[in-house]
């Protein structure tokens, strides 16, 4: 038999060269089929799942300006949650007519001009975490309204009181007082004001000229 000729051969070695370069692909084209891992440039990037806020765990109409004072104190006080309807205990007739008087009835959120400088304010009520269902443990706090360069805001909040018992009771406002109302079948009603001089809320009688029912605050 005679020996292949080298043209057959070169022939021969450039085929098996082609097949080769087709089964292995670059670097790029590699690199392009590979998937991308996780903590890569080229990985899809979902888009992230929103946590439920804070402040509407209570379903209270806030506004803007109020849930997000709500939330920076909630943040700041992770000891405690929101006062939400749930948590009053229901008192028979009087409940039906506090409907009446204020409309939408919220027990533990209210509010009104509590400083008198012409600028809304809200009065909210908070429950210790750590509270059982049946003894909660309320803190009442104020967030007053300011006007930041033309823009709606509130302060970070002041405890009135801490650790009370409300259950049974509600918050309200009095022209320029914020009234705790421990149990709406007792007389008992602890009244606040703004002290511009102490630069707090301070706890005072009641005045004898005032008229005996509050005026409806805003809700």
Not at 78 to 98: F, I, Q, T, V
Not at 133 to 155: A, H, I, L, Y
Request: net charge negative; charged share 30%; hydrophobic share 35%.
């Amino acid at each position: 038999m005679n020996p292949p000729s080298r043209s057959w051969l070169s022939t021969a070695a450039a085929l098996i060269l082609a097949a080769a370069c087709r089964k292995a692909p670059g670097p790029a084209a590699a690199a392009a089929a590979a998937p991308a891992s996780p903590g890569s440039e080229d990985a899809v990037v979902q888009p992230a799942q929103s946590a439920p806020s804070l402040a509407d765990a209570a379903g209270y109409p806030f506004r803007p300006a109020e849930k997000k004072a709500v939330e920076e104190f909630l943040r700041r006080h992770p000891e405690l949650r929101l006062a939400k309807d749930s948590d009053r205990e229901e008192s028979g007739e009087g409940d039906g007519d506090l409907r009446k008087l204020y409309g939408v009835y919220h027990p533990y959120f209210v509010r009104g001009d509590v400083n008198d400088d012409g600028i809304l304010d809200f009065v909210l009520a908070f429950v210790r975490r750590d509270s059982s269902r049946d003894t909660p443990w309320f803190s009442v706090v104020v967030f007053t309204g300011k006007n930041d360069r033309g823009e709606p805001g509130f302060s970070a909040g002041s405890f009135i009181e801490r650790d009370v018992s409300l259950a049974r009771g509600d918050l309200s406002v009095d022209r320029d007082a914020v009234l705790i109302t421990p149990d709406l079948n007792d007389e008992n009603v602890r009244r606040y004001r703004w002290d511009p001089m102490r630069r707090s809320y301070i706890f005072v009688r009641d005045d004898t000229d005032e008229p005996d029912t509050p005026v409806p605050s805003r809700t």
